[in-house]
């Protein structure tokens, strides 16, 4: 069965570092575009960051509110996909969520993990 | 702020059929695919329609898709309780560089 599961969320402090993971089974992490989605709870959807296939170079993009502070990756061996959040701020409250080929028709979702940021 | 432009609400009685609308510009719905998702309460989003108006397998084909110029729409057929969800539209912005979601859209079964 495809899946991914995210952990890693929490409680952090403004400016602190959390990395998420994004566990995947039933397919390899390499081969597909992964992607990360967040949202507030009680609000809309934000994109957040992608990676494209290893043999596509492994190009990564980011939304302009998160460039330079979050960096997306991948540990082929461990078949997980990671988002290292840096510089963290109180507007990066919300569920993250790990998705295999967003807008494509294998798209998966995982379950979402929740990121809080508050003194 | 999203670039993308949903009514916050739509309803309709059981049968009937709604309407979404989704505004963007020529540097993404103008330019490029249109995705529609739905989420119900409490639940991951799911995607309902990819490039523009093509259903993935296993979503009824009350579901639609359509593009004309800047706009795109999602069309409901046959109204049932369990559209009763969340609803957003996407597409790549060239001009971010990235994608962009729609503001987002609650459908209602009166």
């Known amino acids: 069965e495809v899946q991914v599961v995210e952990s890693g969320g929490g409680l952090v402090q403004p400016g602190g570092s959390l990395r998420l993971s994004c566990a995947a089974s039933g397919f390899a992490v390499s081969n597909y575009w992964m992607h990360w989605v967040r949202q507030v709870p009680g609000k809309g959807l934000v994109w957040v960051s992608r990676i494209n296939p290893e043999d596509e170079g492994g190009i990564t993009n980011y939304a302009d509110s998160v460039k330079g502070r979050f960096t997306i990756s991948r540990d082929n061996a461990e078949n997980t996909l990671y988002l290292q959040m840096n510089s963290l701020r109180v507007e990066d409250v919300a569920v993250y969520y790990c998705?295999?080929?967003?807008?494509?028709?294998?798209?998966?979702w995982g379950q979402g993990t929740l990121v809080i940021v508050s003194s | 702020q999203s670039v993308l432009t949903q009514p916050p609400s739509a309803s309709g009685t059981p049968g009937q059929r709604v309407i979404i609308s989704c505004s963007g510009s020529w540097s993404n719905v103008g330019r490029d695919n249109v995705y529609w998702h739905q989420q119900l309460p409490g639940t991951a989003p799911k995607l309902l329609i990819y490039?523009?108006?093509q259903r993935p397998s296993g979503v009824p084909d009350r579901f639609s898709g359509s593009k004309s110029g800047t706009s795109a729409s999602l069309a409901i057929s046959g109204l049932r309780s369990e559209d009763e969800a969340d609803y957003y539209c996407?597409?790549?912005?060239?001009?971010?560089?990235?994608?962009?979601f729609g503001t987002g859209t609650k459908v209602t079964v009166l």
């Open positions: 998705i295999r080929d967003l807008f494509g028709p294998r798209e998966t």
């Open positions: 490039n523009d108006y």
């Open positions: 996407a597409a790549w912005d060239d001009s971010l560089s990235g994608y962009v």
